[in-house]
């Protein structure tokens, strides 16, 4: 399977980006999909999975309330919508598959096996 990520690009703060995934295969009924980040300097973390088990999603506290995971089955696509965006929000974003489904699982990086090629988000102040 091949991720195919784009949408990142400069914005002010408070301003909104939507993140594409394109996924070469029909996979998110069998496979859960996530976002993950890392900014410069730190570790990649978590932050947005959706379970393909129950359509659930989670997100890291730092960004629940205001980035949006979601698919479209049709276009083989997971998008992130991510609005009032704040400069520590800036980093390279990854989407990702995991064959896990519940929380614990699909916060862990070590879960998914295949990832995008990171697309970059700057967020000025």
């Known amino acids: 399977v091949q991720l195919q990520a784009s949408g990142g690009g400069s914005v002010q703060a408070g301003g909104s980006l939507r993140l594409s995934c394109e996924a070469s295969?029909?996979?998110?009924?069998?496979?859960?999909m996530g976002w993950f980040r890392q900014a410069p300097g730190k570790a990649r973390e978590f932050v947005a999975t959706?379970?393909?088990?129950?359509?659930?999603?989670f997100y890291a506290d730092s960004v629940k309330g205001r980035f949006t995971i979601s698919v479209d089955n049709a276009r083989n696509t997971v998008y992130l919508q991510m609005n009032s965006l704040k400069p520590e929000d800036t980093a390279v974003y990854y989407c990702?598959?995991?064959?896990?489904?519940?929380?614990?699982?699909?916060?862990?990086?070590?879960?998914?096996?295949?990832w995008g090629q990171g697309t970059l988000v700057t967020v000025s102040s």
């Open positions: 990702a598959q995991s064959p896990y489904y519940t929380y614990s699982d699909l916060t862990e990086i070590s879960k998914y096996d295949y």
């Open positions: 959706r379970s393909y088990r129950d359509r659930r999603t």
């Open positions: 295969e029909r996979t998110f009924k069998i496979y859960s």
